[in-house]
């Protein structure tokens, strides 16, 4: 048994980022596959809402979004730790960049290509979710400028190898990487005719491969049902915020103790309903009375996601 179980799929990016950094830690874990459209039957009741993939689970504690997954690996696992240079600010802020517009641009380029190949479902799956129509043409019609985007990414990641380091932070492998490596990963997996738009940049394959080369960590697969148990077994952390994690806003903690929902602002936005029970600066921790699960701790990343008072 491992306690660590990460809902997620094999094709996901986010899970893919997650992933490396579960094997730069080297650590056991347990897979559970989650439908790739919804209904979730057996992931909602964890999170209380929260349809996105991946999701950390361990126990009755519950981590929403990579952003935090790979926070709270850091702090329950710190050696080998995720940030080699030393503080691990920037390597997180990363994300602000390879989440949102190096993705932007990798989607772009692999539905531009597969997209008139997409089931019906999936596309009426990623319209409510994105909140906008999935439109083929103008994925195509965007295509070349697409293209041009997720060569300069990429070309920023050539840049900081440039001078003939293993990793992005030096010769030893991070967050960095992870989050620069999942992108390329998801155009190469599902597109491999757009690898020529990045992989002859200098020292850009050869980080790749190492990248690769780190694997996944000791994976086993593990059921829904597995992970059902584990939360009805458990009871929330006690300490849901890690020691040194910042204060959280003045406006925040006068809320810890009230009934509240926080949702994502991007997109999938279902909201979460229960009692914060703490905030740091970084994260928001909402309990949850679950008919079936009993008490959850659904933990989400500050940036990124609204609180308000229910
Ligand atoms: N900010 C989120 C983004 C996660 C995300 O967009 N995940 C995709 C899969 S890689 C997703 O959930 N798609 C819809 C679905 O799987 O239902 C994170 O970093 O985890």
Redesign the pocket.
Known sequence: MTDLLLHQ?D?????E?VRVCLGIKGLAWGAVD?????P?PELLPLTGGY????VLQVGADIY????L?VRELEARHPAPGLFPSGAGGLASAL?EWT?RSFFQAAVAVIFAHVGETIGQEFIK??EA?SGAPFNVAAMKAAYPHMATQLRAHAALVSQQLADGRAFLEGERPGLADANAFYNLWFVRSFFPPAAPLFEDLPGLADWYGRVVALGHGQRREATRAEALAAARAAQPSATPVPAGEPAAAPGDAALIGHKVVVS?T???RDPIAGTLVAASALRLVVRREDADLGAIQVHVPRI?FALAAA
């Open positions: 799929y094709s996901s990016p986010f899970s980022k989650q439908p790739v459209v919804m979730k349809r996105k993939i991946p929403c979004d990579s952003v997954i994300a989440d799956d990623r979710l994502a991007d997109y999938g990124g």
